[in-house]
């Protein structure tokens, strides 16, 4: 075997494995969330949302390269690789928002308890996840326009914007900078929630037993959302730690239930 091949080899067992792991890890999440009665809110909503856009990120990012790279790289410039880049470009995207929307959500419960009910009804929360997942499509809709296109590389084996103004401009203004200030929007939220709940422990004991619940599935989703919007960065190292916040997630689950 050549090099070459052992190369192809190993990057797309390790493709596979992280692809596996993450669409495994998320449609347990989704399973979960139907098992749990307590989570069956507005939140768990937006969850369920987040994992199905990771799992079909996990799909269209590790399982379609593997496809592709090893049993036909003709496709590489075909309109079928154009569709599926422009689709994992656009759930990049989803996926950074809905990180934002669920520590939006996480904060406002905190900060204004008495508008939450309000402001994430069921009706105010579908109408975001649709608004959400519809700014993915148009996303995705931007790749179609001549020279915005997000490719495959079959012998280095990674996604990439063509090298064009417009390649440029949606390589690095929306896949990095655009991605990182979403990040730091979430973990400044998600700071402010946490040292908010922190401040609350001289409280009674019935309050500080449903605070530990709330506190365990705060930090059960802020170690899976903080870093998710940086997938687009840095593809391996951070789709490597989203699947172990959504492992995390999903591992902790039972003892987030248990405080309940």
Request: net charge negative; with cysteine.
């Amino acid at each position: 075997m050549t090099e070459d091949a052992k190369f192809y080899v190993y990057a797309s067992c390790i493709l596979l494995l992280i692809g596996v792991i993450g669409f495994i890890a998320n449609i347990g999440n989704i399973y979960l969330i139907h098992l749990s009665k307590t989570i069956q809110c507005s939140y768990g909503y937006i969850c369920v949302s987040h994992s199905i856009a990771e799992a079909l990120n996990s799909f269209i990012a590790c399982g379609c390269p593997i496809f592709i790279t090893l049993f036909d790289q003709s496709l590489t410039d075909s309109t079928v690789t154009y569709v599926i880049g422009e689709a994992a470009m656009g759930i990049c995207v989803l996926t950074s928002h809905m990180c934002l929307y669920k520590a939006l959500n996480r904060f406002v419960a905190i900060t204004k308890p008495f508008a939450y009910r309000k402001l994430f009804s069921h009706e105010s929360v579908m109408c975001g996840i649709i608004a959400l997942w519809t700014v993915c499509v148009l996303h995705s809709c931007v790749g179609f326009i001549d020279g915005c296109y997000f490719a495959f590389d079959p012998e280095y084996m990674y996604w990439y914007f063509v090298d064009t103004v417009c390649g440029h401009f949606l390589g690095f203004y929306i896949d990095l900078l655009y991605s990182c200030l979403i990040m730091m929007i979430v973990i400044a939220l998600d700071l402010t929630t946490l040292i908010l709940l922190i401040t609350f422990r001289n409280r009674s004991a019935h309050q500080r037993q449903a605070l530990q619940s709330t506190r365990c599935h705060f930090l059960r989703s802020i170690l899976r959302d903080d870093n998710a919007p940086s997938w687009n960065a840095c593809f391996l190292p951070l789709a490597i730690t989203d699947i172990i916040g959504a492992l995390a997630e999903f591992l902790n689950d039972d003892f987030c239930l248990g405080a309940l």
